[in-house]
């Protein structure tokens, strides 16, 4: 049976992360809260728990989960070939929702699924998050939720979706940290690709293109996203402004 945890509390914070260690061991499922959403974790070096992550999840080998780490300097034994662009700006934005993707040392024995050689990798800005990677090391790590459902907010949420699959569930209060501004939802990590020639935002999230442009300007956005993106922006400065005029005609008709 599944246990659950109120991180809140001292005692069963203390009781859950003991938890949690002994299920990463086992090579079983634990839910998280990250800075995004809650995760729903397991051993990166495992192929047997990465498959049960995939599982509980819904989702096949194409779909690999990324890496969370508990600080920069472990970027260096997963990934190599590491461009200096990347140093500056994982530098100035970890911990934080920024996911790169690097070429994976190929040393490494674990199975990730279908990454072609690659790593996703992250530094969560969480302190719950970051005080469980520092016990167990790297863990694979996917938003909390079924596929196809919203990502859980609560560990409660996710266990509404997750169930007797994952081991043991740590609840920290609701999450995101960071929300977006116009819709009120939640925001993942911005996800950039470092493994071609010219770095490309593969998902757009809590950090914006502009900061990225700013710590490297090589950094791109595939045309018709960023159209969309522009698109989007356009439409929600248009909806401001909108309901500016809106409570300014009403202000000045009372």
């Known amino acids: 049976m599944s246990q659950f945890f109120d991180c809140e509390d001292p005692e069963q914070r203390t009781a859950g992360f003991e938890a949690a260690r002994a299920a990463i061991l086992a090579k079983q499922c634990v839910v998280m809260p990250t800075d995004t959403v809650y995760g729903i974790a397991a051993d990166a070096f495992s192929p047997q728990a990465v498959a049960t992550l995939l599982a509980a999840k819904g989702r096949g080998r194409n779909m690999p989960p990324p890496v969370l780490i508990p600080q920069v300097s472990t970027m260096q034994g997963l990934a190599r070939d590491i461009p200096e662009a990347v140093e500056k700006v994982v530098g100035e934005l970890w911990p934080g929702p920024l996911t790169v993707i690097l070429h994976a040392q190929p040393s490494l024995t674990w199975d990730l699924g279908e990454t072609k050689g690659t790593v996703a990798l992250r530094v969560p800005d969480d302190?719950?998050?970051?005080?469980?990677?520092?016990?167990?090391?790297?863990?694979?790590?996917?938003?909390?939720?079924?596929?196809?459902?919203?990502?859980?907010?609560?560990?409660?949420?996710?266990?509404?979706?997750?169930?007797?699959?994952?081991?043991?569930?740590?609840?920290?209060?609701?999450?995101?940290?960071?929300?977006?501004?116009?819709?009120?939802?939640?925001?993942?990590?911005?996800?950039?690709?470092?493994?071609?020639e010219v770095p490309t935002v593969v998902r757009l999230g809590a950090v914006s293109l502009e900061l990225l442009q700013e710590l490297d300007p090589a950094i791109r956005m595939p045309e018709a996203e960023a159209e969309e993106e522009a698109k989007a922006d356009a439409e929600a400065v248009a909806e401001a402004s909108t309901e500016t005029k809106h409570q300014e005609s009403t202000t000045e008709t009372s």
Do not use: C, H, W
């Not at 970051?130 to 609560?154: F, H, I, K, Y």
């Not at 169930?163 to 929300?179: A, F």
């Not at 116009?182 to 925001?187: C, I, R, S, V, Y």
């Open 127 to 196: 302190a719950l998050a970051l005080e469980l990677l520092a016990v167990t090391g790297p863990l694979a790590v996917s938003s909390a939720n079924r596929s196809g459902q919203p990502a859980g907010t609560t560990a409660a949420e996710a266990r509404d979706m997750l169930v007797e699959s994952v081991e043991v569930y740590l609840e920290d209060g609701k999450r995101p940290l960071t929300t977006d501004p116009f819709a009120g939802e939640a925001l993942p990590s911005t996800i950039v690709d470092y493994t071609s």
